[in-house]
């Protein structure tokens, strides 16, 4: 638990030395000006594909929860979203959104319950790292650059393998004696508990592909929503396509967990990559704070409807 907190703090203080980093390198009175002058009718567009973002999240989680026959209604799920985008948002880790999720989901099939919103994660990244993957081949087979290939598809094989044993009772069973060895808090026994509710999915290919295809749009929308704020700054240089390359390549890049929310990470990762389409990094950085912005408002409405919404 003490190595927890000190880590929690070390994080923190990665991310402030990152963007301190930033700010030492690049002129701030350019990025006080580009906040200054943004326009107000393109940060309304860019909040709109966060909105949708978080309602098509929402949606594929509900498509899993229907699977189970959870019976949640559509408004009771997009509320919960919310309330657990607050949580993902404000606690040091970034499970605690997946928590509420569970909590507020169910009362008494907490293995279930912990199950889908595991199956929700696992297939939103396979949708990001399919989504990474066309982007970096892009630019391999257009741009001569490959730099980002071997990481894309080492993180892909992993993930693939992970919804193999999730999924599949026949992979399971290579690591379940393994597994059933760990004694502590009786984790083997919990784990295979949640593994057996998992499985069910392993055959509704219908289901994971709808679900595969959400994920792909969420990234989508969240190359869409950097875009507007571009333009929001004034700066009509650059169009979409960049964004859909890189923007996905960041997300990866943001899952490294050293710092707190990714903070520094995020905005070093737009300077380095929005700089090869010539955009100057006081700008790159302008997109990344004030997207993360937008999205910080989302998440205050979260915590509005969790201040207010009582669980059932």
Known sequence: MKFKKVWNILRVFIGILLISFLLWRLDIQKILINIKTLRADFLAYAMVPYFFFIV????????????????????????????????????????????????????DRKADALAIVLVDRILGFVGLF??????????????????????????????????????????????????????????????????????????????????????????????????????????????????????????????????FNALGVRENAYVVLFSRVGLSGEVSLTISLVSFFLIFLYSLLGGIFFLFYKRR
């Open 130 to 259: 399919i989504f990474a993957l066309i982007a970096v081949l892009y630019l391999m087979i257009f741009k001569g650059r490959g730099e980002f290939f071997p990481f894309v598809i080492i993180g892909l094989f992993v993930i693939v393998i992970i919804t193999l044993i999730l999924f599949s009772q026949k992979a399971y069973r290579s690591i379940s004696p393994w597994i059933e060895k760990i004694r502590l808090w009786k984790f083997g026994y919990h784990l295979n508990r949640l593994h057996d509710s998992t499985t069910e999915f392993g055959g509704a290919w219908g289901l994971i592909i709808l679900c595969v295809f959400q994920s792909i749009l969420i990234q989508a929308l969240l190359a869409l929503a950097p875009y507007f704020v571009l333009k929001a700054i004034g700066d009509f240089s650059v169009g979409i396509l960049p964004f859909f390359i890189y923007v996905p390549i960041i997300n990866i890049v943001s899952m490294i967990p050293v710092s």
């Open 56 to 107: 098509v999240s929402a949606w594929r989680w509900q498509v899993l929860l229907d699977f189970k026959n959870f019976k949640l209604p559509f408004g009771r799920t997009i509320l919960i979203y919310f309330i657990a985008f607050f949580f993902n948002n404000f606690l040091p880790t970034t499970v605690g959104g997946d928590v509420m999720r569970v909590l507020y989901s169910t009362k």
